[in-house]
């Protein structure tokens, strides 16, 4: 097996595309996945986020696209993801995957946006649709979408959709695609309803799996002996103790993340929140402050997490250990990513001392333990995060660009670049990070300015 994209039987404008986007060699599931997905053959593959997974659908679905960009063109591929996270990220690679392609129109389909905007995208035409479950079904329902010459159908993250009840949602939209489609489904764990869906949904697919392991000198594995009684208090002496900027920390349930945040709060540590039940705003604000580093410690659950992909994650903490050995790799892969190097702790009782025997067959080694006395706060006091995020009223409709508002930083606040961080601009609000220390005085001085020549509301989150 090749790891050259040029071994593939892609276009040569597809080809330096590639090249022109730093794609230098195929990752493992790219190298799995893309001989058999090009050759038109239907497909389950079993990666985790971070792996090149949507490479892997995104060539062969733009590859398959005819007289792209008319107006008057049916949908021709269809991607459906868990979340709009997920969604927005997709769509954002297919387009630069798309780049050598002229006029391919990728359409974004999601809740919690207006229905409006997106029924008048699709007016305009689109080529290919990335969305969520129900806000696809909701198009399908209203007659502003049609499936019906659908050739790639794609299901990201299908275990993720299956974990939030969307079963009879995805068969609705499934069945309303074109019966002589491909359809590829991508995976990170394999549950029965996997199956349940390939069974009713797919021609003869072939299967690929790459292990998602993680080589021991990427990833330093330590894990600590706790009772139940000091699981979350442990948390704590480990942050003061490694002191990482960012730390990811996995909970088994809501409960027990809302009371580890309470727990770093109460502490002083920069602490949010991320599960199920949040409203997509609410979502929205922690995934972008804890992205922006305005937040050390992000206490997440497995399903609520998926999707999430952070540059630069120092530490990954299971307060819990996950009984399923696979999403105990999923977890620990989000640090240590590129060239760095990350660290992964793991917290375990006696009671769960059989689901860490089954990670220690999974990867093939015994697990290194640290004795909890060994924990002895680092020199340099409170661990705070280096940044703070101020979100601006307006963004994408009010035709806010990142170039507009780091103009306003730097003549209304004279700011420099290095003291701004990430700007991430939304539909109706606008997040960027600044400096943690520079934060109040340049809210009162963009509240007193202007974007675009217009006032804007500007809040401290």
């Known amino acids: 097996m090749t790891d050259r994209f040029a071994q593939l039987s892609l276009s040569p404008a597809t080809l330096h595309n590639l090249e022109q986007l730093g794609y230098a060699q195929m990752t493992p599931i790219q190298a799995a996945s893309l001989p058999i997905t090009l050759a038109g053959h239907d497909l389950i593959a079993q990666a985790s986020t971070g792996s090149g997974k949507t490479a892997a659908f995104g060539l062969p679905l733009i590859e398959r696209l005819q007289s792209a960009g008319s107006p008057s063109a049916p949908v021709q591929a269809v991607v459906l993801c868990p979340t709009r996270e997920l969604a927005d990220q997709v769509t954002q690679e297919i387009r630069r995957l798309a780049r050598a392609r002229q006029n391919v129109k990728v359409v974004t389909l999601c809740g919690g946006v207006a229905l409006r905007g997106q029924t008048v995208s699709l007016e305009h035409g689109a080529d290919v649709v990335v969305g969520t479950p129900g806000r696809i079904l909701d198009h399908l329902e209203r007659g502003s979408l049609s499936l019906a010459e659908v050739n790639t159908l794609v299901l990201d993250e299908a275990d993720r959709m299956l974990d939030m009840g969307f079963f009879d949602d995805i068969a609705k939209v499934v069945r309303q695609c074109a019966k002589d489609r491909q359809t590829l489904l991508f995976s990170a764990t394999y549950p029965e309803g996997i199956a349940k869906l390939a069974a009713q949904f797919m021609r003869a697919p072939q299967t690929v799996k790459v292990e998602a392991q993680h080589s021991a000198h990427k990833i330093r594995q330590v894990f600590y002996e706790v009772s139940e009684t000091q699981r979350l208090d442990v948390v704590p002496q480990l942050l003061a103790h490694f002191r990482p900027e960012r730390t990811l920390a996995f909970c088994n349930t809501k409960q027990q993340c809302r009371d580890l945040v309470a727990v770093l709060q109460a502490q002083g540590y920069s602490a949010l929140a991320l599960f199920g039940e949040l409203e997509q705003r609410e979502r929205d604000q922690v995934l972008v402050q804890f992205a922006n580093r305005s937040c050390s410690v992000l206490v997440a659950t497995d399903v609520a997490s998926r999707g999430l992909d952070v540059e630069g994650l120092e530490a990954v903490i299971n307060v819990d250990v996950t009984p399923d050995p696979e ?135």
């Open 327 to 461: 999403i105990h790799i999923h977890r620990i892969g989000r640090t240590g990513r590129g060239d760095a190097e990350g660290l992964a702790i793991t917290l375990a009782s006696m009671d769960e001392m059989g689901a860490v025997g089954k990670i220690e067959v999974m990867q093939g080694r015994e697990s290194q333990w640290a004795p909890l006395s060994g924990l002895t706060p680092a020199a340099g006091g409170s661990l705070q995060p280096p940044m703070r995020t101020l979100q601006i009223v307006g963004g994408r409709k009010e035709k806010i660009r990142a170039g507009d508002v780091m103009g306003a930083l730097a003549g209304e606040c004279g700011l420099t670049r290095e003291q701004v961080g990430k700007i991430n601009v939304n539909e109706f609000s606008t997040y960027v990070a600044v400096q943690a220390e520079l934060a109040k005085k340049v809210e009162a001085q963009l509240s007193r300015g202007k974007i675009k020549g217009k006032t804007v509301k500007v809040r401290l989150i």
